[in-house]
Every structure is written in C-alpha cells, then in structure tokens.
Nanobody, 123 residues
Framework: QVQLVESGGGLVQAGDSLRLSCAAS????????MGWFRQAPGKEREFVAA????????YYADSVKGRFTISTDNAKNTVSLQMNSLKSEDTAVYLC????????????????WGQGTQVTVSS
C-alpha cells in the first residue's frame, strides 16, 4: 500500500508561481512512476505531468509544457511540480498519482491517488 499526500496549493494571481509537493510513503514507494493530474469543476480529470521513478524521463501535457516542471527526490520519496506563469485556466484540484508502470500513470490508471490540493489562479 502506498499513501500520497499533496501540499502547496493556494490562491495566486495570474503570472505567479506555485510549487506543489507530493509525499509518498509505504512499501517500495520510491520505485513507482509518479504523476500529477488536475480536475476543474465540471470537467474531466486531465493529465498534467509524469516522471519515471529514476527521474530520468519526464512527460507533460501540451497545455503546461514550458511552464511546469516535475521533479523527484527519491531520498525523500517526494515528487514536486513547479508551476510558473500560472493562468486562470490552471485553476483546479491537483492530484498526485503513483503506479509501478509509467504507462498506467500516463493513462490515468494509477493504483494510488492522493486527496488533492486546490490551486486557484485569479486573473
């Protein structure tokens, strides 16, 4: 079993930056591919970014490419999402996800999910 706890959400203005963190705990959690998803009110959950457990490979949705950066600290079992140049359309609940297989994370079929942290960007 793996537990994921997100932190770092908040209310910011358009153009500001925010850094989200996801702390993973549990059995072999450091060997999991990790990802971030988001869900805005009335919309489907969408993929934001993912990273392999080694941190070598990263993947981004086109809508955040060049603005968001995902990184991992395996020593701390933490994955972070640095969000720069935030836009009002980035407003959503951001959820952390984990799975042994990267493909499952990318497809939104991760085994483990956090509770989410709210990010609100005012224009």
């Amino acid at each position: 079993q793996v537990q994921l706890v997100e932190s770092g959400g908040g209310l910011v203005q358009a153009g500001d930056s925010l850094r989200l963190s996801c702390a993973a705990s549990g059995r072999a959690s450091s060997r999991f591919a990790m990802g971030w998803f988001r869900q805005a009110p009335g919309k489907e959950r969408e993929f934001v970014a993912a990273i392999t457990w080694s941190g070598t490979n990263t993947y981004y949705a086109d809508s955040v490419k060049g603005r968001f950066t995902i990184s991992t600290d395996n020593a701390k079992n933490t994955v972070s999402l640095q969000m720069n140049s935030l836009k009002s359309e980035d407003t959503a609940v951001y959820l952390c996800a984990a799975h042994r297989a990267l493909g499952s994370v990318l497809a939104g079929g991760a085994d483990y999910w956090g509770q989410g942290t709210q990010v609100t960007v005012s224009s």
